[in-house]
């Protein structure tokens, strides 16, 4: 097998199981705020709302088009006015919470730090992740991540953000390796599989539900555990 002497890891859905911290954060925020007796019929249906909101802000986002505090209100801002509330209050508070309240524990997917642990004694390891500074270093820290690696790239740090080549060729030189010498494990396939092989970097798809694709990657999992198979 090829030798690779440094990993790069993304972090949510692949380390942090992002789904189901949004779902105790939505959970959460549904009670704080009494959006039932506001009239929002369930959590289901505002999380409905928001998801739309969210993918379209998000889009903007990725294309420069509005700055993060922005995303970050209007996206609640949006998703309560579905519901006839607009209240400045709400949405503001509802923003703070999901993003440096509510991310107070952490969640992991399985076999995650026994990865970890096995990995970083073998291979530097490293993180280039999408998402927020702050909101990143804040899972990082409460996952007590910080440890298994030697550096962590963030879109915000970058000014790019995947699968745009840029980000991958900073944080390859913020590691002090080549893409020849570098593997990627990461679930989204056009953002981390495709992302990295655009610049000669293999790949580890994180597929946990097995969904069906005509890409080509180097190795496929369903779960972290494998990683100990492979390296």
């Known amino acids: 097998m090829k030798k690779y002497t440094h990993l790069f890891f993304?972090?949510?859905r692949t380390i942090w199981d992002f789904d189901a911290s949004a779902e105790d954060s939505?959970?959460?925020?549904?009670?704080?705020?009494?959006?039932?007796?506001k009239g929002v019929p369930s959590l289901a249906a505002f999380k409905a709302r928001y998801d739309i909101h969210n993918d379209l802000l998000w889009s903007w986002y990725r294309k420069g088009e509005i700055l993060k505090e922005v995303l970050?209100?209007?996206?609640?801002e949006m998703s309560l006015a579905d519901f006839g509330i607009i209240d400045s209050g709400i949405s503001s508070g509802m923003a703070e919470d999901y993003v440096i309240v509510n991310p107070?524990?952490?969640f992991l997917f399985p076999y995650a730090i026994e990865s970890l642990e096995y990995l970083a004694?073998?291979?530097?390891?490293?993180?280039?992740?999408?998402?927020?500074?702050?909101?990143?270093?804040?899972k990082f820290n409460i996952a007590r991540l910080d440890s298994f690696f030697k550096t962590v790239t963030t879109s915000e740090e970058a000014g790019i953000k995947k699968p745009e080549p840029e980000i991958f060729h900073f944080a390859m030189n913020k590691a002090g390796t080549t893409a020849i010498e570098s593997i990627i494990i990461g679930d989204d396939l056009a953002v981390d599989v495709v992302g990295a092989r655009n610049v000669g970097m293999d790949q580890v798809y994180f597929n946990t539900e097995g969904k069906r694709h005509k890409e080509e990657v180097t190795f496929e999992i369903k779960s972290l555990k494998e990683l100990m198979d492979i390296f």
């Not at 959970?27 to 705020?33: D, T």
């Open 121 to 138: 004694p073998k291979y530097p390891l490293h993180l280039i992740t999408n998402g927020f500074q702050e909101v990143q270093e804040q």
């Open 10 to 12: 993304d972090l949510d």
């Open 26 to 37: 939505f959970n959460r925020m549904f009670n704080k705020y009494d959006l039932k007796e």
């Open 104 to 106: 107070d524990k952490a």
């Open 72 to 76: 970050n209100v209007k996206r609640f």
